[in-house]
């Protein structure tokens, strides 16, 4: 388990009739975006997210026993095209929850699902 409040990267915001909103994370985390998406034009529009974050987990954990973030984004000067345009299909495949044939694999990424704040503490000790 991690906490991803510090992740930086795209994030979708849903409503009762689908995608609502699309936005991206560069300075600012993804907590704190969500978090400000509670009080300004988009409050009470969404009721759900989904993320695609670029920050690495480490194997390290903090005091609470949640895996941590690495401190950077990866710093990467050239990006192979064909792989950017097969995540770029992943990710659209996946946000839209779409049933293509396509292999909507990304080229390098992990999975994580999101565990309620009540859940925690209970995942937490079965880890442990």
């Known amino acids: 388990m991690a906490d991803f409040r510090e992740q930086r990267g ?13 936005g991206l994370t560069r300075r600012q985390t993804l907590g ?13 529009k969404w009721d759900r997210f989904c993320w695609f974050g670029f920050k690495q987990v480490l194997k390290a954990k903090d005091e609470s026993g949640l895996q941590r973030l690495k401190a950077k984004m990866p710093a990467q000067k050239f990006i192979d095209p064909h792989a950017a ?8 495949i996946k946000a839209m929850a779409l049933t293509n ?3 909507s694999k990304f ?3 992990e999975e994580w699902q999101q565990v309620r ?3 925690r503490d209970k995942l937490l000790a ?3």
């Open 107 to 109: 080229v390098a990424a």
């Open 10 to 22: 795209i994030y979708i915001l849903y409503g009762n009739y689908g995608p609502h909103y699309a």
């Open 32 to 44: 704190k975006r969500l978090q400000d998406h509670l009080k300004d034009e988009h409050a009470g």
């Open 85 to 92: 345009i097969k995540d770029m299909e992943a990710l659209l």
């Open 117 to 119: 704040l009540i859940e």
């Open 101 to 103: 044939r396509a292999d």
């Open 126 to 128: 079965k880890l442990r």
